[in-house]
């Protein structure tokens, strides 16, 4: 038995969760489609800084592919010529 999918609440997304949270005095919150959060956490993310991501849906897969393409990046960052 499956439960029926939730009906969608006019303005409640994620764009406007943001949004909300900026007008609320967060300096740091970005907006960002699903499609872009991987290359957005790999043009923010600094050595020494924690990632962690939350939610539900496809987010699951924004972790594995952060970590494997971070560190592609780190190793041709410091690859030695």
Avoid at 49 to 54: D, E, M, Y
Avoid at 62 to 70: D, I, K, M, Q, V
């Amino acid at each position: 038995m499956s439960t029926p999918p939730e009906k969608a609440i006019p303005g409640a997304d994620s764009e406007n969760l943001a949004r909300a949270i900026r007008q609320h005095g967060h300096r740091d919150v970005t907006y960002v489609r699903s499609v872009e959060v991987t290359e957005a956490l790999l043009s923010r993310a600094r050595t020494g800084r924690c990632v962690v991501t939350i939610g539900a849906g496809n987010i699951t897969q924004t972790a594995p592919e952060f970590c494997e393409r971070s560190k592609k990046s780190t190793e041709t960052m410091f690859q030695v010529q």
